[in-house]
């Protein structure tokens, strides 16, 4: 099986070593080498990274990079099945996904459940409610047969994040074929001129609300398996400011 997992970095780093892994140098347009494959060859949207974060190394996999199997990761988060002390010995092998992907098209990160909000509550306290609800308004034109399952997905609690999956090919292609319609769109109509730094990200924070409604209208079967992080997380200021954007939102 001939599986390629690029990982979105736009600095140094440690990266896994094996041939399955594709260090992508995101937003490389302008930029120094860093000795990475760069997004800004080929077929590529490099220019856009400010807004579309890792999504730039995404469309540079999907025009350039051809496998059985496409996924995406990044340089401080990996797929990983059998955590170990040594977290650089516990990232996805290539031989543990030949076994995952054994009847499954498509392996997903565990997914985030928010508890006290909705996706659609936490977006809005966090960015801008006109980008969802922009987004909505495009599928509800373009691609109907979605709204079902995107109002009910706004509505929970629990989705998946970070924009990481691993995809068989043809699934890969449909998938970006959809979701970049859809973003290049959103980009047309929305004005982002006065988003802060953070904010201005918009195309990738809403493509992480995206994956699950494709998955679940297409009927996709998928596996999931544990993120790691490589570096330590302080749950504590995550948290608190978690509720600080609750209440302020508010």
């Not at 997992?5 to 120094?32: D, F, L, N, R």
């Not at 691993?166 to 109509?189: G, H, N, P, Q, T």
Request: with cysteine; hydrophobic share 35%; proline share 4%.
């Amino acid at each position: 099986m001939n599986a390629k997992i690029i990982i979105a970095t736009h600095k140094p780093y440690q990266m896994p070593s094996g041939e399955m892994y594709v260090p992508v140098h995101v937003g490389a347009a302008g930029k120094p080498d860093l000795g990475y494959t760069r997004d800004d060859s080929g077929d590529n949207i490099s220019e856009k990274n400010k807004n579309y974060c890792e999504l730039t190394g995404l469309y540079w996999a999907w025009k350039n990079l051809n496998a059985d199997y496409i996924g995406l990761a990044h340089y401080r988060r990996h797929f990983s099945i059998k955590p170990k002390s040594d977290r650089w010995a516990s990232v996805l092998t290539s031989t543990e996904l030949e076994t995952l992907v054994n009847g499954c098209d498509v392996i997903l990160p565990k997914p985030r459940n928010y508890f006290i909000e909705s996706n659609y509550s936490q977006y809005i306290h966090a960015h801008h409610a006109i980008d969802l609800d922009t987004t909505r308004a495009i599928l509800e034109e373009k691609y109907p047969s979605y709204i079902p399952v995107y109002d009910n997905y706004m509505k929970r609690t629990i989705g998946h994040r970070f924009n990481m999956f691993i995809m068989k090919k043809e699934k890969f292609d449909a998938y970006c074929s959809w979701l970049f319609d859809v973003l290049f769109e959103l980009e047309r109509r929305l004005d982002i001129s006065q988003y802060n730094q953070n904010d201005s990200r918009v195309f990738g924070f809403v493509s992480e609300r995206l994956l699950d409604v494709w998955l679940e209208t297409n009927s996709v079967q998928y596996k999931e398996i544990p993120c790691m992080f490589m570096e330590k997380q302080n749950w504590l200021v995550k948290g608190f400011n978690f509720l600080k954007r609750k209440i302020k939102g508010s």
